[in-house]
T-cell receptor, first 111, second 113 residues
Framework: DAKTTQPNSMESNEEEPVHLPCNHS???????IHWYRQLPSQGPEYVIH???SNVNNRMASLAIAEDRKSSTLILHRATLRDAAVYYC????????????FGKGTRLHILP | DTEVTQTPKHLVMGMTNKKSLKCEQH?????MYWYKQKAKKPPELMFV???????INESVPSRFSPECPNSSLLNLHLHALQPEDSALYLC????????????FGQGTRLTVV
């Protein structure tokens, strides 16, 4: 399974943008980049995913490097409710049923 | 309905007990998952079912026995567990692999005494 590397923790101020990085230097051409987050005492929830192009949805934006060896999850205006562990996950379309979590980034939001 | 429902929310069981965890989804998803999560750790994949058949077993001890009676229901049967098996057990479902999102339940908090 291709691996991802994320910072253990990050801090951000409320109402400011947050950029969460993820390195995946061994990514293959068939890997989709997925982001999930887990709020305290809850199950993980889907945030966004992409293959090559940048993606936007109501929760966040995903910026993917041109060589696909890294990506950045962007929360445009962080709120206290965004405090969570954020997981960057690669899902291989040829082995598409596996969802393997790495250690993730614990995001702290300062009021 | 975009929910994955897990019951019970909490379970305390003795090491000689037999119990079952239940997971239900009515989104027509073909893949269903069991994960184990210890405190402050990421979820660890245990089992994957695809079209009601077991497709992935991540070398889970036999005291954990999954079952998929139909396309909406996933069970995890527990027998002779150890205290170190105490954890949050998460269920998830997904429609069609890497190009789609997975939906997770809120988990069952299991304590083995």
């Amino acid at each position: 399974d291709a691996k991802t590397t994320q910072p253990n923790s990050m801090e951000s101020n409320e109402e400011e943008p947050v950029h969460l990085p993820c390195n995946h230097s061994t990514i293959s051409g068939t890997d989709y980049i997925h982001w999930y987050r887990q709020l305290p005492s809850q199950g993980p929830e889907y945030v966004i995913h992409g293959l090559t192009s940048n993606v936007n949805n109501r929760m966040a934006s995903l910026a993917i490097a041109e060589d696909r060896k890294s990506s950045t999850l962007i929360l445009h205006r962080a709120t206290l409710r965004d405090a969570a562990v954020y997981y960057c996950i690669l899902r291989d379309v040829d082995r598409d049923d596996k969802i393997i979590f790495g250690k993730g980034t614990r995001l702290h939001i300062l009021p | 309905d975009t929910e994955v429902t897990q019951t019970p929310k909490h379970l305390v069981m003795g090491m000689t007990n037999k119990k079952s965890l239940k997971c239900e989804q009515h989104m027509g998803h073909r893949a269903m998952y069991w994960y184990k999560q210890k405190a402050k750790k990421p979820p660890e994949l245990m089992f994957v079912y695809s079209y009601e058949k077991l497709s992935i077993n991540e070398s889970v001890p036999s005291r954990f026995s999954p079952e998929c009676p139909n396309s909406s229901l996933l069970n995890l049967h527990l027998h002779a567990l150890q205290p170190e098996d105490s954890a949050l057990y998460l269920c998830a479902s997904s429609p069609q692999g890497a190009v789609t999102e997975a939906f997770f339940g809120q988990g069952t908090r299991l304590t083995v005494v």
